[in-house]
């Protein structure tokens, strides 16, 4: 069975509500405190919810944050590829979320910002797998010398890339390097803008998230427009890694692009009604989402239109 592979990092999120920031050497109280695994581990969370086989060939730690996160991903069926790292715990990202709901992160990176080039190589891809690669991986030296020594020996595997927030912090070699291995870009309308689509979108297929809106899809030569679904948002935290992730199960199901889009715009939407980081649905109750929106729109979800 085809997989996706998983080539990012999974921290723990150590996510405080707060009433505003605290001043420069100040402190304020928070409202609520959650504990929760981040980073990679929505996307393959939405993609193992919808179906899809999934490996996470990234590294992990020994600590207790480390457990967290492998217990998270065993209890999504998701295969862990490496034993812990032991030169020490996985990392934390503190995001402060304030009554506006704007969110304030700091970033300490962990075992999972040291994937060396050994034991990716350990990690053998089939011609059929979707190997997922995040913009963060560049980040880090040793993940990213891993990953630039490693794809481009893949046996045919097609290359899914979500660059990320970052995506002006890349160095333009190692970027233009990870492109030429890549099969599918995803990303927001910003980092669409920051990367040149129009150029990209010449040689490789090139997905633009839009939100509400949908998304646009280059492919082929073609542009075209795949409607998004009319819901009331929550939460919008994590609607892409849930867009990516169930694109990518889609995929590996053997449905076409403009079908696979169009269920990850509904995964997405579906998401963004719930609050949470990895509020993904499952197969099921994705179906059932869709069969609502549709009777409750006269048909009118998921249309595609040439742009």
Same mark, same amino acid.
């Given at each position: 069975m085809?997989?996706?592979i998983?080539?990012?990092?999974?921290?723990?999120?150590?996510?405080?509500?707060?009433?505003?920031?605290?001043?420069?050497?100040?402190?304020?109280l928070?409202t609520?405190?959650?504990?929760?695994?981040?980073?990679?581990f929505?996307?393959?969370?939405?993609?193992?919810?919808?179906?899809a086989?999934?490996?996470?060939a990234?590294?992990?730690?020994?600590?207790?944050?480390?457990? =967290?996160v492998r217990? /998270?991903? &065993? +209890? $999504?069926?998701?295969?862990v *590829?490496?034993?812990?790292?032991?030169?020490?715990?996985?990392?934390?990202?503190?995001a402060?979320?304030?009554?506006?709901?704007?969110?304030?992160f700091?970033?300490?990176t962990?075992?999972e910002?040291?994937?060396?080039a050994?034991?990716?190589?350990?990690?053998v891809?089939?011609?059929?797998?979707?190997?997922?690669?995040?913009?963060y991986?560049?980040?880090?030296?040793?993940?990213?010398?891993?990953?630039?020594?490693?794809?481009p020996?893949?046996?045919?595997?097609?290359?899914?890339?979500?660059?990320?927030?970052?995506?002006?912090s890349?160095?333009?070699?190692?970027?233009?390097?990870?492109?030429?291995?890549?099969?599918? =870009?995803?990303?927001? /309308?910003? &980092? +669409? $803008?920051?990367?040149?689509? *129009?150029v990209?979108a010449?040689?490789?297929?090139?997905?633009?998230?839009?939100?509400?809106?949908?998304?646009?899809?280059?492919h082929?030569g073609?542009?075209?427009?795949i409607?998004?679904?009319?819901?009331?948002?929550?939460d919008?935290?994590?609607?892409?890694?849930t867009?990516?992730?169930?694109?990518a199960?889609?995929?590996?199901r053997g449905?076409?692009?403009?079908?696979?889009?169009?269920t990850?715009?509904?995964?997405?939407?579906?998401?963004?009604?719930?609050?949470?980081?990895?509020?993904?649905?499952t197969?099921?109750?994705?179906?059932r989402?869709?069969?609502?929106?549709?009777?409750?729109?006269?048909?009118?979800?998921?249309?595609?239109?040439?742009?």
């Amino acid at each position: 069975m085809s997989r996706l592979i998983h080539t990012g990092q999974v921290v723990v999120d150590l996510v405080l509500g707060v009433p505003h920031l605290p001043a420069r050497g100040g402190d304020v109280l928070a409202t609520s405190t959650n504990l929760l695994p981040g980073g990679g581990f929505n996307v393959m969370a939405a993609a193992a919810r919808a179906g899809a086989d999934v490996v996470y060939a990234g590294t992990h730690g020994t600590g207790s944050f480390g457990d =967290l996160v492998r217990a /998270a991903l &065993e +209890a $999504e069926g998701i295969t862990v *590829a490496h034993e812990p790292t032991a030169s020490g715990d996985t990392g934390v990202v503190v995001a402060l979320v304030d009554a506006d709901g704007e969110r304030t992160f700091a970033t300490g990176t962990g075992a999972e910002g040291r994937l060396r080039a050994d034991q990716l190589a350990r990690v053998v891809a089939q011609p059929g797998d979707l190997v997922y690669v995040t913009g963060y991986s560049l980040l880090h030296a040793t993940n990213r010398d891993a990953l630039l020594r490693w794809l481009p020996h893949l046996p045919g595997s097609r290359v899914l890339f979500d660059p990320g927030p970052l995506v002006t912090s890349f160095d333009p070699e190692d970027l233009a390097q990870l492109m030429s291995t890549v099969d599918i =870009l995803s990303c927001n /309308a910003r &980092e +669409a $803008e920051a990367l040149d689509v *129009a150029v990209l979108a010449r040689r490789r297929t090139v997905i633009v998230r839009d939100g509400p809106a949908g998304c646009v899809l280059h492919h082929g030569g073609q542009t075209r427009r795949i409607s998004g679904f009319p819901v009331t948002a929550v939460d919008t935290n994590g609607a892409g890694d849930t867009h990516c992730g169930v694109l990518a199960a889609e995929l590996l199901r053997g449905r076409d692009l403009p079908e696979a889009a169009r269920t990850a715009n509904a995964a997405a939407a579906f998401s963004v009604t719930k609050r949470g980081p990895a509020t993904a649905p499952t197969r099921e109750h994705l179906a059932r989402f869709r069969r609502d929106v549709d009777a409750g729109s006269g048909g009118s979800y998921g249309r595609t239109e040439q742009v």
